[in-house]
């Protein structure tokens, strides 16, 4: 039995998912999340055998949520169910530990193929994502997020800032004191050379972090 967590924050998508998964037998899904952390969460606690989610989700991106899950639950596979597939986003998300990447405008039978196919640890990709020129033969798992210069704390702190959270706000959903948030704020400021929160906000709408 396979079992699957799957995360995205537009319910449409999700009943989307559920019911393909739940025409499979050998299927289950043991958890749904509508955001990252949620989905982080869920794999910790479900152990589960791939983890289906997007690349833009609230609260924790898809891209900083699949590195989360593939360093505390080495076991689980994820598998980005998206509509994004420029070469920055793709590479990003091998580098975080994806071994699938498969486009929401692939058909039904694709996406089942490929949660089979990462269950049994093995990659899959979207004939698009290869269109891209992405090198099969390349070890993208051991290299920097190309997606940014930022560590994984300071895009945290821009993506909630950019989702409209205060520093305060910020400060409690990850359980550390304004200073610090205010400390990873201005650190990402400066590398990103940017000085206003319109700037941090179109950032990270252009690398995805929050839907624009």
């Excluded at 989700?57 to 891209?63: F, M, S, T, V």
């Excluded at 400066?190 to 206003?196: A, P, V």
Aim: hydrophobic share 45%.
């Amino acid at each position: 039995m396979v079992r699957i967590v799957i995360a995205d924050d537009h319910i449409v998508v999700r009943l989307g998912l559920r019911a393909l998964i739940r025409a499979r037998s050998d299927f289950v899904i043991c958890g749904e999340a509508s955001n990252g952390r949620e989905a982080v969460a869920l794999a910790i606690e479900q152990r589960p055998d791939v983890v289906v989610l997007d690349v833009s989700l609230p609260a924790l991106n898809g891209i900083d949520a699949t590195q989360q899950i593939r360093k505390t639950v080495p076991d689980a596979e994820v598998l980005i169910f998206t509509r994004h597939y420029d070469e920055e986003t793709v590479r990003a998300a091998i580098a975080a530990g994806a071994r699938g990447y498969v486009l929401r405008s692939e058909s039904d039978e694709q996406v089942v193929k490929a949660i089979a196919t990462l269950a049994q640890h093995q990659s899959f990709y979207s004939g698009q994502v290869w269109d891209i020129r992405l090198d099969p033969t390349a070890d993208y798992t051991n290299g920097a997020n190309p997606a940014s210069t930022l560590t994984a704390r300071e895009r945290e702190v821009v993506q909630l800032i950019a989702e409209g959270n205060s520093n305060k706000k910020v400060a409690q959903m990850l359980s550390i004191s304004v200073k610090t948030v205010e400390t990873h704020r201005a650190a990402a400021m400066h590398k990103l050379k940017i000085h206003s929160t319109a700037d941090l906000v179109r950032y990270a709408v252009r690398k995805k972090l929050v839907e624009p």
